[in-house]
């Protein structure tokens, strides 16, 4: 993806630039061509409020995944994982019983890749915020609520027409080395 077609602002600015430079200079027909440039800036407009890229569409899976995390609904949870992939929604079960996600988690650093055929993608970004150990022999690095900073790489495949999350590895969030996804770090 390039900043042109991701980003339709660098577009906008040109179009209602150009009108103007031909408003100002007085072309001829300048009414006329300015009125199409503006007119051109607000189909643009239009289309960027409808059209979600993939990584837009990534990014909006994410986040719903972190609501369901926080909502602790293990239902919706396994909506976002990949049908065979079953390990990773054990994981999932596991990673709610032992602690409760606080609104305050936040998703930050967010970077997907998608593959050449539009059917994968490679997610990294960063979790960060507060839970809470569900039991007294769960320790965070402490006792009761606790914030962690978590770093993720995860793989998106497309399934049914919506991206699923089919790996997810966690990173020490400073030397991004694996550690275990339920570890204590």
Known sequence: MNGITENSLVTLVLLVGAAAVVLILRVRRGKLIGG?????????WGLDSVVESPAE???ARL???RSAFVSD???LVHTFVAEECEELRVVAEQALDLVQIAPTMSIRSYEA???ADGQSADVNFRANGGVTPRSSDVTISGFGAQ???????THWIREADNWVLDRATRLDPLSGQEIGTLSAD
Not at 36 to 44: F, K, N, S, T
Not at 147 to 153: D, F, K, L, Q, Y
């Open 147 to 153: 914030h962690v900073a978590t770093r993720w790489s």
């Open 113 to 115: 890749q998608i593959s």
């Open 36 to 44: 199409g440039l503006i007119l051109a800036a607000v189909l643009v």
């Open 63 to 65: 986040h719903g995944l």
């Open 73 to 75: 609904d293990i239902e």
């Open 57 to 59: 569409q990534l990014e």
